[in-house]
Nanobody
Framework: QVQLQESGGGLVQAGGSLRLSCAVS????????MGWHRQLPGKQRELVAA???????NYADSVKGRFTISRDNAKNTVYLQMNNLKPDDTAVYYC??????????????WGQGTQVIVSS
């Protein structure tokens, strides 16, 4: 099994920054693609950013140029640097992972989620 533990959420003013971290434990050898989904209030979960084992990344159009995903394989940790945050970024952010190295549209593993609130 794989466990994902997020940290770094909180309250920030619009235009500010936050960095989310996700520590991976358990059967880490089975994890290939990693990333973040989010659930905005009253909406379905959506993909935010993904990073494959080789380092390729992709982002939702709404966060391109503002968010950066990275992973430290030595520390088994994935990060999401969020800059120029907007009130529309307010959501619960979930760390996700999958055994396939093809993306995280439908990830197999999910963290518990961390709340991000952006005030105007």
């Amino acid at each position: 099994q794989v466990q994902l533990q997020e940290s770094g959420g909180g309250l920030v003013q619009a235009g500010g920054s936050l960095r989310l971290s996700c520590a991976v434990s358990g059967s880490i050898y089975s994890v290939a693609a990693m990333g973040w989904h989010r659930q905005l209030p009253g909406k379905q979960r959506e993909l935010v950013a993904a990073i494959l084992r080789g380092g390729s990344t992709n982002y939702a159009d709404s966060v391109k140029g503002r968010f950066t995903i990275s992973r430290d394989n030595a520390k088994n940790t994935v990060y999401l640097q969020m800059n120029n945050l907007k009130p529309d970024d307010t959501a619960v952010y979930y760390c996700v992972a999958d055994r396939a190295n093809s993306g995280i549209d439908y990830p197999y593993y999910w963290g518990q989620g961390t709340q991000v609130i952006v005030s105007s």
